[in-house]
């Protein structure tokens, strides 16, 4: 089989044969998503360890780098990143649920924000498609008010439901190319 040429980009053969793999990754994003949904206070404890060990091994990175590379112009702005991340990565690790409830907070208000920005910009500028834009900014600020309206509960759910939503259509996409690699076999 020859490889396909798809918006001038070259599919090998060998990925166009394997559509199968990606449709199994794709099904398996989106399982794993409605588990999220489902089990969503869960979902949110995980993704706050997740990404405090993530800031936790950036900050050790940070420290060793000063150390490798010696005294430099960058050094203060590095010794700052290494404490931010060790403390918020701490945060994260120990108080998950407090971490969340306070993202979660943030979300809500920028939600509430931006979609009240996105309601009053196409009345500013006239563009094509403001309705659109419109409905964004409606659909956007009913979520802040949502989110905020059962703050602080909100911070046990909303992460992890957010995360769901995520991973089904993120999911989705891969199941999308499997099909189109399966209509090149």
Same mark, same amino acid.
């Given at each position: ?47 706050? /360890? ?68 996105? +309601? ?14 419109? /409905?964004?900014? +409606? ?47």
């Amino acid at each position: 089989m020859a490889d396909v040429s798809v918006l001038d980009v070259q599919v090998p053969a060998q990925i166009i044969q394997n559509w199968g793999w990606f449709l199994a990754f794709g099904i398996i994003l989106m399982l794993l998503g409605i588990v999220a949904i489902v089990r969503s206070v869960a979902a949110t404890v995980v993704s706050m /360890l997740f990404f405090g060990w993530l800031l936790l091994i950036g900050a050790g990175i940070e420290i060793v780098q000063l150390f490798m590379v010696g005294k430099w112009a960058g050094q203060f702005q590095h010794v700052l990143t290494a404490v931010l991340f060790a403390v918020v990565g701490a945060l994260m690790v120990w108080r998950p649920l407090v971490t969340a409830e306070i993202l979660t907070l943030l979300m809500g208000a920028f939600f509430l924000v931006s979609g009240l920005f996105q +309601l009053i910009e196409p009345f500013w500028i006239g563009l094509p498609g403001w309705g659109w834009h419109v /409905l964004d900014g +409606l659909i956007t600020v009913i979520l802040g008010v949502l989110v905020l309206a059962q703050w602080p509960v909100s911070g046990l759910w909303v992460i992890g439901l957010f995360v769901g939503i995520w991973l089904i259509f993120y999911g989705g996409a891969w199941v999308a190319v499997a099909w189109g690699l399966r209509q090149m076999a």
